[in-house]
C-alpha cells in the first residue's frame, strides 16, 4: 500500500524544507499580533488541563455507533496558490473529503469536492478499493502512550521526533481513524507529555463546537515563528481542528526561491481544517457522498465561506500550512500524492 505522508508533515512548518536559507535583500510584511477576546482564558500548560481530560472523557460518535466501515470527513480552506498572487492575493478554496474505510484498510472509498460561492463539484473523482494491503500507519493504533508514539512516527522521516512531528501525526491519526475513547485518551497523554506545549480553554471551532486549543510555539525550519494548534473537544477529546498561525515577523528569505516567497507563507499559514464527523458506518454509502452529501445543498459555499473569518478563535490569525487538499486525497490509493513540501505551490 502506497501511502501518502500527509499528516507527518501536517505541522512541520518548513514551507520549503530543502531549500536554502540564505539573506535575502526584500523587505518581508511582519504579521500583525495574534488578538485575543476579552472572554478567553489565559494560556496555561497543558499538561494537567490534557491529562484532567484523558481522566474524564465523554462518549463520542467512534464510541456509540457500529458498522464495517470507519468514516471521517473533513473540511479544509486553503489559498489555490498558481501563478503570483493577484491584487488580494490567492483565492480562497473550500475543499470537502470523505473517507471510508475497514479497520485494516483493506476496503474503502475516498470522494472529494470542491465548494465556491454558487456550486458544488467533484475534485478528483470517487475512488474506491477492495482486497489491498494497509501499511502500519493503517492499522488500528495503540492505546499506550509510548506505542503510540511509535506509531505516529511511522509517518515520518529520520529525525523527524520533534513534538511538531508528535502533534502533526496525531493531526494525520484524525484523518486516517475513528479514535475510540481509549485511543483518544492515549493521544492526549502523549500530549500532555511533550515540551513546551499550552493550553487554552473556552474556546471554539469555525462551527461554534466548545473546546480546548492545545497550542506548540516554536520557529520553523524557514526561521518563520509559528504557533501549530490542535482544537480537541471539551468533553469527548475528539479533534475537532488543526491550524497554524504565523506569531511573528517572517525573515528574508533566499531569493532564488521567487519574488512571491513571503506570500507563500503568508497564504500558506491561512489553511484551516475542520474535522466534521468521525463515526463508523455500515457500507460507503452513509452518509451520502459527494455533492449529494446532505449538507451540501444550494447556498453550502456561501455558508462555508461565510465562517472563513475565524472570528470564533481567541487567536484571529487565520491557520496553517496544511498539505495542499491534493496531497493525501486517498491515502494508499490510485498512486502517491506528492508531499505538501515537494514544491511551494502545491495545487489540489
Known sequence: MIRARTGALLLTASLLLTACAGPSDGVNPDPPSP??????????PAGPVLTRLANTL????ADTTNGDYQYVERRTWYHDIIGPP?????????RIDQLWRTDDAADGRQISVQLDSGSCTPDGGDSSWTGQTGDRFDQPPPRQPA???T??????GPGETRPQDIVGGIAMLYERHVLTRPVRAAVLRLLAAQPGLLAQTGVT????RPGVDVILPYTDRSGVPRRDILTVDATSGVLLAARSTITGPIPPQDPRLGPDTTDVIVADAASYRLYVDSRRTPDTHTPAAGCQHPTL?????????AVSSDNAHPDSRTPWRLPAPGSGRRPGRAGAPRSPHATSRNTP
Do not use: K, M, Y
Open 297 to 305: 445543498g444550494p447556498g453550502a459555499g456561501q455558508r462555508l465561506t
Open 147 to 149: 506505542a503510540l508514539r
Open 58 to 61: 465523554g462518549d463520542a460518535p
Open 151 to 156: 506509531h505516529l512516527l511511522i509517518a515520518g
Open 205 to 208: 471551532d469555525r462551527v461554534q
Open 35 to 44: 488578538t485575543t477576546p476579552p472572554n478567553s482564558t489565559p494560556l496555561v
Open 86 to 94: 493577484g491584487p488580494t492575493g490567492w483565492p480562497e478554496r473550500v
